[in-house]
């Protein structure tokens, strides 16, 4: 794997939606995986990730663990060479 991008969201799905597909625009030629940590949103995001990004992995939390805990969380499920830590907005 030659790139992860790490994304953290919370209540932020229209922002995280638009970042997603313009990762999938950007770096089609180009060997990435994306994993986005929710922390526990209450805005649609799960439906949204599991019904129009399967290609992503999804981690959700039960709660708000904070930014710093959930882009930890990402970076420990990370294979890249290159890890790219990305706001949704």
Not at 3 to 8: D, G, R
Not at 23 to 37: T, Y
Not at 41 to 50: C, F, I, N, V
């Amino acid at each position: 794997m030659k790139l992860s991008i790490c994304i953290v969201s919370y209540n932020v799905k229209e922002d995280l939606e638009k970042c997603l597909l313009s990762i999938e625009r950007g770096l089609a030629h180009i060997q990435h995986e994306v994993i986005v940590v929710d922390n526990a949103s209450k805005d649609g995001t799960r439906e949204m990730m599991l019904s129009k990004f399967k290609n992503v992995v999804f981690i959700e939390n039960k709660e708000n663990i904070g930014f710093a805990a959930a882009n930890n969380i990402a970076f420990r499920r990370s294979k890249g060479n290159i890890i790219l830590f990305l706001n949704p907005d």
